[in-house]
C-alpha cells in the first residue's frame, strides 16, 4: 500500500511539468520556424502596409444592360480574387460596391504590381486568328528564303520584326516539342511574354501586308479595317487602350501586342474562333520528358474543344503568319502561337523558351481571363501607410494601456495569483505573436487594423478565462477546504465554464469571418486564433503553473499576499462530526 500511494504521487507531481515542458517545446518549435523562414514580423495589410486600390466600372455591351446583374457581378469578384491569389497576393481585397462597382485592393508588396496588371486587363478574353502583322515601329519584315524557312541575319540581330519571333511560337497536342536555344527568353513590358519559341518554324515569315491576301486563302480585310490598321500607331500607350474598341466577337477587328523585344506589333484579327469561357482550366507545367522546359497546358470544355479543333485544322492548311491564332486580352495580343496541324482531344500546349514566372503569367490569363462583364478602369489610388500607421500607433497605446489596467486590478484583487494570471498572458501574446508571423508566407495571412482589434479583445477574453478559474479556486476555500484539494476540486467545473465561453467566442468568429468580407474578416479571424490559444493556454500552462504553486508555503499557507488567505476570503471553520451527548449514568437500586 505505501508502495502504491507513493508511485500516485509521483505521477501526480509529474503531470504539471508534463504540460509545461509541452508548451515550452511548442513554443521553442514554433519560434526556431520562425526565424528559419525569414518572416519574423507579421505581414501589414493594404492600411497598415501601403498599397493600391482599383474602382473597377462594369460596362454593359450593346443590347446587354440585362448582362449586369448579381450573379455576374459575383462571378467576376471570384474570377478576379483567384486571379490576385494565383500570383500569391496576400490581403488582396475584391468586393462589390453598389451594382455597377468593384473594388480591388492590392498591398504593396512581391507581385503586387502584376496583380494589379491582371486585374486592370477585365474584358473577356478571345482566340482569333491572325489576318496580317507587323511592327508597329514599320520595321520591314525579312524575306522568306527558298526553303520556306525564315532568312537569319548573320549578325543575329533579330530586333527589326516579330516575324521570326511570332511565326515560331507553336501550339501542339503535348506530344512533342523541342525549344529552339537561339530564341530569346526576355520578357519586357508585361506580365505574359510572347518568347513561346518551340520547334524550328516550318513556314515562310513573310507578314502579309494588309492590302493583299496572303497565301493560304484568308479573305483580304475590308476598306476601314485596312486604314485603321494603316492609322494604328502601337507604340503610343491611349492609341492602344482604344485598338479594336466596339468591335464585336463576330467581327474581324485590329490589336495591339509587344514581342519578346519589348517591340509593338500591330495585327488584323479574324473574329473570335473560341471564347475564353471555353478554357476550362490552364497549368504552367515543367517539361523535363521532351526538353522544352516550361510550358503551359490548356484544357479545354467540350464545346472548346470542337471549336478549337476546327480552327487549328483550318490555320494549320495556311502560311504564316495566317497558321497562328492570336490571344487577346483586353483588346490587347498576349501571345500569337503558330499551328502545324489540327488539336484534337481537348488539349494543347503552348511551349517554348519560357521560365517559371513567364509560364505561370500565360496560365493565369488563360485560367482567369474570361469574365462574364466588361470593365473600365474608373480610378487607380495609392494608398500610403501614413494613416495607417498612425491608427495603429492609437490602438497600440489603447492596447497598452488596457492591458495595464488589467495588470493592475489582478495585482489589486488577486496579488500573489497575478503572476500566474501574468504569465499566462505573456505565453498567450507570444504564441498569438509568432503564429502570425508563420501565418503570412503560409496561407497569406496579412495583419490590418480589424486584425489588431481582434488580438486586443483578446486580452479580456484571455483574462476571463483565469479570472474564472482563480474564482473557482477561492470558492473551495471559502468552504473550508485547503489550497491543494481546492485547486483540483475547483478544475472540473471551472474547464467546463471555460470552454462553454470560449465555444461560444469562436463560433461568433466563425460566423463573422463567413459571412462578411474584406477587412472584417481579419477580425474574425484573429478572434477565432487567440480564443483557440486561450483553451491551450489555460489546459497547459495555468491549471499546471497553478498546481505547482500550490505545493509553495507562501500560497499553501494561505499568506496575506497570496490572494488566498483564508481570513480575507472569510472562509467556513472545518466543518467536523459533533459527537451526541451520551445519557447520564444510571444509578443502581438496590
Same mark, same amino acid.
Given at each position: 500500500?505505501?508502495?502504491?500511494k507513493?508511485?500516485?504521487?509521483?505521477?501526480?507531481?509529474?503531470?504539471?511539468?508534463?504540460?509545461?515542458?509541452l508548451?515550452?517545446?511548442?513554443?521553442v518549435?514554433?519560434?526556431?520556424?520562425?526565424?528559419a523562414s525569414?518572416?519574423?514580423?507579421p505581414?501589414?495589410?493594404?492600411d497598415?502596409?501601403?498599397?493600391t486600390?482599383?474602382t473597377?466600372?462594369?460596362?454593359?455591351?450593346a443590347?446587354?444592360?440585362?448582362?449586369?446583374n448579381?450573379?455576374?457581378?459575383?462571378?467576376?469578384v471570384?474570377?478576379?480574387e483567384?486571379?490576385?491569389?494565383?500570383?500569391?497576393?496576400?490581403?488582396a481585397?475584391?468586393?462589390?460596391?453598389?451594382?455597377r462597382?468593384?473594388?480591388?485592393?492590392?498591398?504593396?508588396?512581391?507581385?503586387s504590381k502584376?496583380?494589379?496588371?491582371q486585374?486592370?486587363?477585365?474584358?473577356?478574353?478571345?482566340?482569333?486568328p491572325?489576318?496580317?502583322?507587323?511592327?508597329a515601329?514599320?520595321?520591314?519584315?525579312?524575306?522568306?528564303s527558298?526553303?520556306g524557312?525564315?532568312?537569319a541575319?548573320?549578325?543575329?540581330?533579330?530586333s527589326?520584326?516579330?516575324?521570326?519571333d511570332?511565326?515560331?511560337?507553336?501550339a501542339?497536342?503535348?506530344?512533342s516539342?523541342?525549344?529552339?536555344?537561339?530564341?530569346?527568353?526576355?520578357?519586357?513590358?508585361?506580365?505574359v511574354?510572347?518568347?513561346l519559341?518551340?520547334d524550328? &518554324?516550318?513556314?515562310a515569315?513573310?507578314?502579309?501586308?494588309?492590302s493583299?491576301?496572303a497565301?493560304?486563302?484568308a479573305?483580304?480585310?475590308d476598306?476601314?479595317?485596312?486604314?485603321?490598321?494603316?492609322?494604328?500607331?502601337?507604340?503610343?500607350e491611349d492609341?492602344?487602350a482604344t485598338?479594336g474598341?466596339?468591335?464585336?466577337?463576330?467581327?474581324?477587328?485590329?490589336?495591339c501586342?509587344q514581342n519578346?523585344?519589348?517591340?509593338?506589333q500591330?495585327?488584323i484579327?479574324?473574329p473570335?474562333?473560341?471564347?475564353?469561357?471555353?478554357?476550362?482550366?490552364?497549368d504552367?507545367v515543367l517539361?523535363t520528358t521532351?526538353?522544352a522546359?516550361?510550358?503551359?497546358?490548356?484544357?479545354?470544355?467540350g464545346?472548346?474543344?470542337?471549336?478549337?479543333?476546327?480552327i487549328?485544322?483550318?490555320?494549320?492548311q495556311?502560311?504564316?503568319?495566317?497558321?497562328?491564332?492570336?490571344?487577346v486580352?483586353?483588346?490587347?495580343?498576349?501571345?500569337?502561337?503558330?499551328?502545324?496541324?489540327?488539336l484534337?482531344?481537348?488539349?494543347a500546349e503552348? &511551349?517554348?523558351n519560357f521560365?517559371?514566372?513567364?509560364?505561370?503569367d500565360?496560365?493565369?490569363?488563360l485560367?482567369?481571363g474570361?469574365?462574364p462583364?466588361?470593365?473600365?478602369?474608373?480610378s487607380?489610388?495609392?494608398?500610403?501607410?501614413?494613416?495607417?500607421?498612425?491608427?495603429?500607433?492609437?490602438?497600440l497605446?489603447?492596447g497598452?494601456?488596457?492591458l495595464?489596467?488589467?495588470?493592475?486590478?489582478?495585482?489589486f484583487y488577486?496579488r500573489?495569483?497575478?503572476f500566474?494570471?501574468i504569465?499566462?498572458?505573456?505565453?498567450?501574446?507570444a504564441?498569438?505573436?509568432?503564429?502570425?508571423?508563420?501565418?503570412g /508566407?503560409?496561407i497569406?495571412?496579412?495583419?490590418n487594423l480589424?486584425a489588431v482589434?481582434?488580438?486586443?479583445?483578446?486580452?479580456g477574453i484571455?483574462?476571463?478565462?483565469?479570472?474564472v478559474?482563480?474564482?473557482r479556486?477561492?470558492?473551495?476555500?471559502?468552504?473550508?477546504r485547503?489550497?491543494? /484539494?481546492?485547486v483540483e476540486?475547483?478544475?472540473?467545473r471551472?474547464?467546463r465554464?471555460i470552454?462553454?465561453?470560449?465555444f461560444v467566442?469562436?463560433?461568433?468568429?466563425?460566423v463573422?469571418?463567413?459571412v462578411?468580407?474584406?477587412?472584417?474578416?481579419?477580425?474574425?479571424?484573429?478572434?477565432g486564433?487567440?480564443?483557440?490559444?486561450?483553451?491551450v493556454?489555460v489546459?497547459l500552462f495555468?491549471k499546471?503553473?497553478?498546481?505547482?504553486?500550490?505545493?509553495r508555503?507562501?500560497f499553501a499557507?494561505?499568506?496575506?499576499w497570496?490572494g488566498?488567505d483564508p481570513?480575507?476570503?472569510?472562509?467556513?471553520?472545518?466543518?467536523?462530526?459533533?459527537r451526541?451527548p451520551?445519557a447520564?449514568?444510571?444509578?443502581?437500586?438496590?
Open positions: 500500500m505505501a508502495a502504491l507513493k508511485g500516485r504521487n509521483a505521477s501526480a507531481t509529474s503531470k504539471p511539468w508534463r504540460s509545461l515542458a508548451i515550452l517545446i511548442a513554443i518549435a514554433l519560434t526556431g520556424g520562425m526565424f525569414g518572416h519574423t514580423t505581414r501589414l495589410g493594404i497598415l502596409a501601403g498599397g486600390s482599383i473597377l466600372a462594369a460596362v454593359p455591351e443590347g446587354q444592360e440585362s448582362a449586369i448579381k450573379t455576374n457581378m459575383d462571378t467576376a471570384s474570377i478576379m483567384r486571379r490576385v491569389n494565383g500570383l500569391g497576393v496576400s490581403e481585397e475584391v468586393q462589390t460596391q453598389g451594382d462597382n468593384i473594388i480591388v485592393n492590392i498591398p504593396k508588396g512581391t507581385n502584376q496583380a494589379r496588371e486585374v486592370g486587363t477585365t474584358a473577356k478574353l478571345y482566340f482569333r491572325v489576318i496580317a502583322t507587323e511592327l515601329e514599320g520595321g520591314a519584315a525579312p524575306q522568306p527558298a526553303t524557312e525564315p532568312s541575319d548573320p549578325s543575329g540581330d533579330t527589326g520584326d516579330k516575324a521570326t511570332g511565326a515560331s511560337q507553336e501542339t497536342d503535348g506530344s516539342a523541342s525549344a529552339d536555344p537561339s530564341a530569346s527568353a526576355t520578357t519586357q513590358g508585361r506580365a511574354t510572347d518568347a519559341k518551340a524550328e &518554324s516550318p513556314a515569315t513573310d507578314k502579309a501586308s494588309p493583299t491576301s497565301t493560304g486563302g479573305a483580304d480585310p476598306a476601314k479595317l485596312q486604314e485603321a490598321y494603316a492609322k494604328l500607331d502601337c507604340t503610343k492609341v492602344r485598338a474598341d466596339g468591335a464585336k466577337a463576330t467581327e474581324s477587328t485590329v490589336a501586342g519578346s523585344q519589348g517591340q509593338w500591330k495585327y484579327l479574324g473570335a474562333a473560341v471564347d475564353g469561357t471555353d478554357v476550362d482550366e490552364a504552367a517539361n521532351s526538353g522546359g516550361w510550358t503551359v497546358t490548356m484544357k479545354f470544355t464545346e472548346g474543344s470542337k471549336k478549337f479543333a476546327d487549328t485544322g483550318q490555320l494549320a495556311k502560311q504564316s503568319p495566317q497558321n497562328q491564332f492570336a490571344i486580352l483586353d483588346g490587347e495580343v498576349v501571345s500569337d502561337p503558330y499551328v502545324r496541324q489540327a484534337t482531344g481537348g488539349n503552348i &511551349s517554348g521560365n517559371q514566372q513567364s509560364a505561370q500565360l496560365a493565369n490569363m485560367s482567369y474570361a469574365l462583364l466588361t470593365f473600365r478602369e474608373d487607380v489610388t495609392t494608398v500610403t501607410a501614413a494613416l495607417g500607421g498612425e491608427q495603429l500607433e492609437a490602438g497605446i489603447a497598452a494601456i488596457g495595464a489596467l488589467v495588470i493592475l486590478y489582478l495585482l488577486y500573489g495569483l497575478s500566474i494570471a504569465a499566462s498572458l505573456g505565453v498567450s501574446a504564441l498569438t505573436y509568432v503564429i502570425m508571423a508563420l501565418l /508566407p503560409t497569406g495571412f496579412a495583419l480589424p482589434c481582434g488580438a486586443i479583445v483578446a486580452i484571455t483574462a476571463d478565462s483565469f479570472i478559474y482563480f474564482e479556486v477561492r470558492d473551495e476555500i471559502r468552504e473550508g485547503s489550497l491543494r /484539494p481546492s476540486r475547483a478544475w472540473p471551472a474547464r465554464t470552454l462553454v465561453s470560449d467566442s469562436f463560433l461568433a468568429a466563425a463573422l469571418f463567413v462578411t468580407v474584406g477587412k472584417v474578416q481579419g477580425f474574425a479571424f484573429t478572434l486564433l487567440t480564443t483557440v490559444l486561450d483553451v493556454v489546459f495555468t499546471p503553473l497553478l498546481t505547482l504553486m500550490a505545493r508555503k507562501f499557507s494561505g499568506h496575506k497570496s488566498l481570513k480575507a476570503l472569510g472562509a467556513k471553520p472545518p466543518l467536523r462530526r459533533t451526541r451520551s447520564p449514568a444510571q444509578t443502581k437500586e438496590a
